[in-house]
T-cell receptor
Framework: DADVTQTPRNRITKTGKRIMLECSQT?????MYWYRQDPGLGLRLIYY???????NKGEISDGYSVSRQAQAKFSLSLESAIPNQTALYFC????????????FGSGTRLTVV | SQKIEQNSEALNIQEGKTATLTCNYT??????LQWYRQDPGRGPVFLLL?????KEKRKERLKVTFDTTLKQSLFHITASQPADSATYLC????????FGKGTRLHILP
């Protein structure tokens, strides 16, 4: 099994629908992150969490919310999806030290029509 | 604002040669700099981390340098192979990192 698992892998949804992307990890890491990737714009941070009781906004949090249900689970919600939220979404984890690399999931390709 | 610049043009290198990728940054004094590899449709994979007090770091055929005066990191792949073809991302930060847009590397057989 993958260390960081994202579901679903692909999703097509309609404008205005609520959708949840899920992320679970077996690394035992405290820190979890959600990024989106768009062609030409690179990876941009949406939200991050350093433990179950800690949630922080990233640079592009508008239109998104998150829930840290447990150390191993961090979900991202789009309350009312819009077409410009079409992107590749990645979840990542990191051990407590800032001097360790991130472990990324395989991504969720979301299309909003 | 903090900015990371990587060459947006693809880099074509002949197999067996050394590939060198550049990462420049502004308005930032990071304690760490990281390099990742990303294949199409896949998540980035961590390669190397270098600290501000380290000038150079090596891992197998990979070498990273970090010049905090020039605000630049160089990433080298020696004896390059077609399997090294991918996009390489530079990343900076402490508690949360920001990524450059990446440079696509093509190793030509």
């Amino acid at each position: 099994d993958a260390d960081v698992t994202q579901t679903p892998r692909n999703r097509i949804t309609k404008t205005g629908k609520r959708i949840m992307l899920e992320c679970s990890q077996t690394k035992g890491h405290d820190r979890m992150y959600w990024y989106r990737q768009d062609p030409g714009l690179g990876l941009r941070l949406i939200y991050y969490s350093f433990d179950v009781k800690d949630i922080n906004k990233g640079e592009i949090s508008d239109g998104y919310s998150v829930s840290r249900q447990a150390q191993a689970k961090f979900s991202l919600s789009l309350e009312s999806a819009i077409p410009n939220q079409t992107a590749l979404y990645f979840c990542a984890t990191q051990s407590g030290g800032a001097d360790y690399g991130y472990t990324f999931g395989s991504g969720t390709r979301l299309t909003v029509v | 604002s903090q900015k990371i610049e990587q060459n947006s043009e693809a880099l074509n290198i002949q197999e067996g040669k050394t590939a060198t990728l550049t990462c420049n940054y502004t308005n930032y004094s990071p304690a760490y700099l990281q390099w990742y590899r990303q294949d199409p449709g896949r998540g980035p994979v961590f390669l190397l981390l270098i600290r501000e007090n380290e000038k150079e770091k090596r891992k197998e055929r990979l070498k990273v340098t970090f010049d905090t005066t020039l605000k630049q990191s160089l990433f080298h792949i020696t004896a390059s192979q077609p399997a090294d073809s991918a996009t390489y991302l530079c990343a900076l930060g402490d508690d949360k990192i920001i990524f450059g847009k990446g440079t696509r590397l093509h190793i030509l057989p």
